[in-house]
């Protein structure tokens, strides 16, 4: 596809005797918000972790922005901006919620080990441009509240927020949201769905996994459908509604 | 944090110097001795605290990087060099400045490598042999790592104590002060014993704020993250094994750093220094003071030492040392709690217990 910031060419991956992605190819256009969806189990989650570095497929490859990161490490794929979140929050519960914002300033910034031991005015100036960025951040999420607290003892809603945020600091090029909107109620989804436009708008492609069909249908430009690790089809949300296909894996042989 | 995190260093410091006015309006200046000897092995209990309560690693190791910088210190500045004086090589380093020229305690002339330069060699090694070690071993966990650093601790033991040039079961005596100018030096003179208090503390001070400025800092805040949750610090740019890494090497600078001034101060080093109950001691002190807590950490080395080498354990030493360690782990205060390497090790000694009891 031209014009794609990420493209997945024939992405396998396979647990034990199960095959969790086959042959997947994918690909998500700059400045997009892509949908991908699939029953439990279809491996969306799966697909995430090979683009993201933390499985290694069996075969295929990932290329990000014209690149082969294909087998890069997690740590080197957010380097090149790719951030996301997980399917279940995973904050750093013991550290404060600005803490957990300025860990995603990582790939932001440079101290190493010897100037961090110094503290040497480089580093506490590039430290403080660290703490104002993680605060301004809070602050257009309206999280600002709760930066000082501990990131575990906070509800869940904000949880998911605050590794929103945490992900935004870094700011990616690329950010893949896995159910962003699971446990949130329907005005907290909705308060979700128009921050991902916002976060599109501000130049960040998003490629998000999610069963709340109507924020998918409302947001997304396109819609990919994975089933039993397949590509089963991609293309506008109305295209993809009417597919036969996934009206049958969806409600079932009786509908289609 | 902001300057607020500097406050327990300068208690730190106030503390140091409270201690010494006392001892010497007590008149009890002969436990500045022991007090020195404790700031050192302080020292290695600060870098350990930053390994094991930071970074989340145990290293059943340490004392063989304290021996690694004591030997090379000691056998650096003990090698007589003196035939060789005339050789070109030899002018050369002298006119460098890296060989000093000094009688030892028979009167016998000595030229050997300079303090600083065997001091700097030491750290250095000490550093290479952390980063080799470190780069194959970091990415174990739980006993396995306990035992690769283990390993190595033996090793650096069985190399001290069989080796000829190091001395064997003797070690290496007659280690020259490291002169420091002005008259002073980092030695075991009487005259001298105020000023190597405040030497020694002085690098434990030195250690406290490193490691404050450290864990206040952006790979600091990257060590947190792992320990938080791996898998979402990694998905953030944190490399883990990088950062480990640098946290084993700097663990192990601070060992070597006081193998060496405790080395110049004892004017010996035997190869005890390097023994896995040395080891178990240090992992026992971090362990009781209470893992990150470096402030606990330092208090408890000073006194567990200070009382040990006043001879207060008399020969159950090294029994006592175990069993803090076991003890410690078993009712796991909650330092403990935050790190899976002791939690596996706890799990480990409480099954053996159990199935001590049962048989
Ligand atoms: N690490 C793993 N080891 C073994 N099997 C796995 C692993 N991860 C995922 N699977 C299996 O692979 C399949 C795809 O899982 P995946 O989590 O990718 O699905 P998903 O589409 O994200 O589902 P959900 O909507 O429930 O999150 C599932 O059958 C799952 O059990
Ligand atoms: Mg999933």
Redesign the interface.
Known sequence: MPGALLETHALSRRFGGLQAVQDASIAVAADSITALIGPNGAGKSTLFNLIAGSLAPDSGRVVFGGRDITGAAPHAVAALGIGRTFQTTRLFAHMTVLENVMVGRHVRSKAGCIAGMLNLPSTWREERRIREHAAATLADLELGGHMHAVAGTLPFGVQRLVEFARALAAEPRLLLLDEPAAGLNLHETAALGRLIERIRSQGITVLVVEHDMSLVMDISERVIVLDQGRVLTAGTPLEVQKNPDVVRIYLGDDHA | MGPRRYIPVLALAALVAAVERAVALGGAGYYLTQLIMAAYYCLVAAGLCLLMGHAGQISLGHAGFFALGGYTSAALTTHNLLAHAAEPWARFLASCGLLAEWQNVYGVKVLSVAPWAAFAAAVALAAAVAFAIGVPIIRLRGHYLAMATLGFGVIIYRIAAGTDALGRSDGIAEVPPFALGAGLAVGGAAALRVFNYYVAWGLVVLGAL??V??T???????L??I???E??????????ARCKV??FV?SAVFAAVAGSFLTHYNGSIGPSEASVMKSVRYVAIVAAGGMANLWGVLLTGAALNFLSLRGVFDTYDDAVFGAILIAVMLFAPRGLL?MPQLRALRGFVGRRLHAGRAA
């Open positions: 490193v490691i400025n450290l206040g800092s952006r790979v600091g805040r990257a947190a993250s320990h938080g949750n898998a979402a610090a990694n998905a953030l740019g944190v490399d883990t640098q946290a700097a935050g």
